[in-house]
Structure formats: C-alpha cells, structure tokens
C-alpha cells in the first residue's frame, strides 16, 4: 500500500512539475519574442533557460511516458497473436526497456559527475549544468524501474494512473 501511495504522489509530482515547467517554457518565449519585436532587446538568457526547461520536461515526462505505456508502438500484428504469446512479447519489450535505460542511466550519471568536477556552466548565465545532467540520470532510472515492475503486469489490467 506504501508502494502504490508512493507510486500517486511520485505520478502527481512528475505531472505538476511539467506542467510548471512546460508554462515557464511559454513564459519565457513570450517574454523573449515580445521583447525582441517590441522593445529591441531580447531576454538575456532566454535560449539557455528554455534548453535547460526542455531538457527537465522530457526527462521528467519520460516516467509518465513509461508508466502509461504511451510509447510509440508498432502494433499491427498484435490481434493475430495468441495471448500468451502477445504476454511473452511484452515482458521481452519490457525487459530491453529496463536494461536500455538503465544502462543509459549510468552513462548519464558518469557524465554527471564528470559536469559537476569540471564545474560546466552555461555560456550567457552561467548556470551549473550539473543539476539538471543528475536530474536527467534520475528520470531515466526511474523510468528503468517502472519497466521492471510493469513485467508484473499485463496489458489491459492496469489503469494506467498508479505504478505498481
């Protein structure tokens, strides 16, 4: 029961805060273009702060994504197999998730580690890299988590709002 509470606030927090940041993306861009057009001086910045909100909204996304099981798929062949080879197929899909994104979940922290020694910042605003690069590292293993425990369950009898 602790999982699954865990499992709603982890689904809501990751929701709000794409939200929040796909907004900030918005503002930004407006901002920017309006002050580009109307007073002739863009926001210092703005290109760098919409890299480094995109960068946190699709890894943030990337657990919701997975949870829901909204990736894109090729199903066309699915209706002709039986259902227990269909149920094969997708734990085997649901294995390479995991094992695919765990590997690049270390990769990304080895270069997390290697952003934070160097001290990488951005050009124009010098913003440390290194949270959002840890950030992304985060995400991904999550996301790796979350195909580990849809192995447990099948298509269909899930709802699609709670991890297991």
Not at 126 to 147: D, N, Q, S
Request: charge should be neutral; include cysteine; hydrophobic fraction near 55%.
């Amino acid at each position: 029961m602790a999982l699954k509470r865990f499992a709603e606030v982890l689904q809501t927090g990751l929701g709000v805060t794409s939200a929040v940041v796909l907004f900030l993306m918005m503002a930004i861009t407006a901002v920017d273009v309006a002050g580009r057009y109307v007073l002739n001086m863009p926001l210092k910045g703005g290109f760098e702060m919409t890299e480094l909100l995109l960068a946190a909204l699709i890894y943030c996304g990337l657990p919701l994504v997975s949870r829901r099981r909204e990736h894109i798929v090729i199903d066309t062949f699915d209706p002709l197999y039986p259902p227990r080879l269909k149920r094969a197929l997708d734990i085997v899909a649901e294995v390479i998730c995991a094992a695919t994104l765990s590997g690049l979940g270390y990769l990304i922290f080895v270069r997390a580690v290697r952003v934070a020694q160097y001290g990488d910042t951005t050009t124009v605003l010098k913003l440390p890299l290194a949270p959002i690069v840890y950030l992304m590292g985060v995400m991904i293993v999550v996301a790796a988590l979350i195909h580990v425990s849809l192995i447990l369950v099948p298509h269909g009898e899930d709802d699609g709002k709670t991890i297991v």
